[in-house]
């Protein structure tokens, strides 16, 4: 079965008007009511264009139906408003978030959320318009790096691996963490979203996984820097509303993004490590 898929515009009002409705009639979280009909279960998951819904519609097209659920998907451009959509009830469970970004957004917005194991890895990169090798930077090069806290400090991080400059030694570096600066480079703070699009306004940018796809980047080819799979602590996790972590339907969906089958259409889907499976 396709999923019912919707691109958010996640600040405009009709938009959140008919994902309320579509939560409201046919999802099964604990604020709505009963989704079940015939025996499925309708969830309305938030994410990520690329490749969270993608992976989704994997799920809903070849698992769901034998599984008893079917999905709507619901697709964000910016890592924002999933999390308050959720919290809001308009979503089931959101799927677009690393661990660290979630328990940064957790702590700053009392979210009563729980999460479950990561799904899969978008590795972070290092990409120009302008050099094919780091160590051609100018004197005084403008970087583009996020401007949320973890996915900051994982830039930062990867650049110091590709030998830009040091930083201090604490955990989660910030812009202002910089020890020893060679090249003199200067950190723009952008929201992720915004730096592939942004990219030739840099003379540098550390990218997120998805953005880079989203915006025609293969992070195996076209990464100056890139980081690697093995042991990364930034899998991509589904979240839900901690009353809500029991629900059948939900560990039903956790179960399928967990299978065998979508560990393999990950990796036939994205052969050369743009993503990588986490299980």
């Not at 097209?61 to 919290?87: F, H, K, M, R, S």
């Not at 703070?189 to 990218?207: C, Y």
């Not at 996984?209 to 980047?217: D, P």
């Not at 339907?249 to 990796?267: G, K, N, P």
């Amino acid at each position: 079965m396709r999923p019912t898929r919707y691109r958010a515009a996640a600040l405009t009002a009709a938009v959140a008007m008919t994902m309320a409705a579509c939560s409201g009639e046919e999802s099964g979280g604990s604020e709505q009511t009963d989704g079940t009909t015939g025996g499925v279960t309708t969830l309305t998951v938030g994410a990520s264009v690329t490749p969270h819904a993608e992976i989704l519609e994997f799920v809903d097209d070849e698992l769901a139906a034998d599984a008893g659920i079917d999905l709507e998907i619901v697709e964000y451009t910016d890592y924002i408003q999933p999390n308050v959509q959720l919290a809001e009830g308009q979503l089931d469970a959101n799927f677009f978030q690393h661990l660290p970004y979630y328990e940064a957004e957790v702590e700053e917005k009392g979210y009563e959320f729980e999460h479950f194991d990561g799904v899969h890895i978008e590795p972070f990169g290092v990409y120009s318009s302008s050099v094919t090798d780091l160590e051609d930077l100018p004197d005084g090069a403008q970087i583009g790096v996020p401007n949320d806290p973890s996915n900051q400090a994982r830039a930062l991080e990867l650049l110091q691996e590709g030998g830009v400059f040091a930083l201090a030694d604490v955990e989660n570096p910030s812009v202002f963490d910089i020890a020893e600066n060679p090249k003199n480079v200067e950190l723009v703070e952008l929201e992720a979203a915004q730096l592939v699009r942004t990219l030739e306004d840099f003379d540098a940018a550390v990218i997120n996984g998805n953005y880079a796809l989203e915006g025609g980047l293969n992070p195996a080819e076209d990464a100056l820097v890139l980081e690697p799979g093995e042991d990364n602590p930034y899998a991509n996790l589904v979240a839900v509303r901690a009353e809500d972590v029991e629900d059948p339907a939900i560990l039903t969906l956790d179960e399928l993004l967990h299978s065998d089958e979508v560990r393999d259409f990950i990796s036939e889907r994205w052969p050369a490590g743009e993503i990588v499976p986490a299980f």
